[in-house]
């Protein structure tokens, strides 16, 4: 069987169909996160409520670290940080990728052109890195933690997955123009 990859790139299609998947994926832990555990004031009752002088904390910031990591908006963006993951880790078994080279790609006609792995991959890791600070000060006790960074990565995603605008690949490429990443390595002496 004939492999569908140029060994110039990847089909530039591949990341949008991802990122179209994980930006439902991320619009759901917004919503679970804005109704849940993170967004979500202790109850006080009495005069000083009627007032509007309450003294009501935030609910994550009284819960358990077992409550804080069974709330199903942190347990949605564990998952997704975990698909983030495995897409800086092993994009070529990522699964949003294997059912776009399975399925949805064979029934496209072929790209155009190719698109050079490195932006997409490291616009993998910095959905990574959001999502994983999300959860970190989530579990830290930090209010609007998880559905901020939820947010800030669906707006990312949904950017790429439906008008083609990479945030994470424009930030590699500003990176590789300041030569912090993405440099030939010097020959072996």
């Known amino acids: 069987m004939s492999e569908l990859r140029s060994p110039a790139g990847i089909d530039p ?10 930006s439902v994926l991320l619009l759901i832990a917004v919503a679970l996160g804005l109704t849940g555990l993170s967004t979500a ?5 009495g ?7 309450t003294d009501a904390a935030w609910a994550v910031t009284a819960a358990s670290l077992a409550q804080r990591a069974l709330d ?15 897409g800086v880790l092993s994009p070529r078994s990522a699964p949003w990728g294997v059912l776009f080279r399975r399925v949805v790609r064979p029934l496209l006609s072929p790209p155009t052109e190719w698109e050079d792995p490195r932006p997409p991959r490291f616009a ?8 994983g600070l999300g959860l970190l000060l989530h579990l830290a006790g930090v209010p609007w ?17 439906f008008f083609g605008y990479c945030l994470g690949c424009q930030m590699y490429l500003l990176l590789q123009r300041a030569g912090i990443v ?8």
């Open 182 to 189: 993405g440099r030939e390595r010097p020959a072996a002496a």
């Open 145 to 161: 933690a998880l559905p901020a960074a939820a947010a800030a990565a669906f707006v990312a995603a949904f950017l790429n997955a």
């Open 41 to 45: 004031r202790t109850q006080t009752l």
């Open 124 to 131: 993998q890791g910095v959905g990574l890195f959001v999502t």
């Open 13 to 22: 299609r591949g990341p949008r169909f991802a990122a179209g998947i994980t």
């Open 72 to 86: 199903p908006g942190f347990l949605l963006l564990l998952a997704i940080a975990l698909l983030f993951l495995w």
């Open 47 to 53: 005069w000083a409520e009627y007032v509007g002088e």
